[in-house]
């Protein structure tokens, strides 16, 4: 027998977007790969709000996997990162490749935004090795490990990051965009929101005294 390694086996996928009409797809993987449920407002907000950064992958018309990440940003900070929430494929069509070409989706798009972002961002349950693994493949990097981070047995959990590499063919940078508006204003109102509890405890506690 060859003592050389054999190459891994890969398939060349197309990507679809998810759609009203697909987004049951979506529930299915999640619900036969992934260890924890989401409501079905989640879905929703896949295909309405991150369709820009969420895809199927397809192998001869049929879904075998999927992605679906969104524009966040820093609570401090004006820095703005993408949240990769689903990454997934069925067992059968592991280990071909198709995880990589659908995070190279997502890099191909941020890479090009007009308005910087600054890295990848996600979660992984730190039990999950070949998932951590294919991630440090992929370059990102353990941020921090986070105790009963999932509400399940074994929830424990990696926070992990990845820089992005700007494609230097990428227009150049604009103004903010109508997405980056809209997340910043969620920002300020949720930190407004946050003040006026403090403010309205406060002055509870005052009244009481």
Not at 33 to 62: G, M, W
């Amino acid at each position: 027998m060859s003592t050389e390694v054999a190459k891994r086996k890969t398939v060349s996928v197309g990507l679809s977007e998810l759609t009203q009409h697909n987004i049951e797809n979506l529930k299915k993987l999640v619900g036969l790969c992934f260890p924890i449920q989401y409501e079905d407002d989640f879905y929703e907000k896949c295909h309405l709000n991150y369709n820009e950064l969420s895809r199927f992958a397809t192998v001869k018309d049929i879904i075998v996997g999927a992605v679906s990440c969104r524009l966040e940003k820093e609570e401090d900070s004006d820095k703005f990162f993408v949240h990769i929430m689903i990454l997934l494929t069925y067992e059968k069509y592991r280990r071909l490749g198709i995880a990589h070409q659908l995070m190279q989706f997502v890099y191909k798009v941020v890479s090009n935004a007009s308005f910087p972002v600054e890295y990848y961002d996600l979660h992984v349950q730190k039990v999950n090795q070949s998932a951590v693994n294919f991630y440090l493949k992929e370059g990102f990097e353990v941020v921090e490990e986070l105790k009963d981070y999932y509400d399940i047995e074994n929830g424990d959990a990696l926070h992990m990051r990845k820089k992005v590499e700007r494609d230097p063919n990428a227009p150049p940078l604009a103004a903010p965009s109508a997405l980056q508006k809209t997340i910043t204003e969620k920002h300020k109102k949720g930190k407004a929101k946050g003040a006026k509890k403090i403010e309205q405890k406060a002055a509870e506690e005052e009244a009481a005294n």
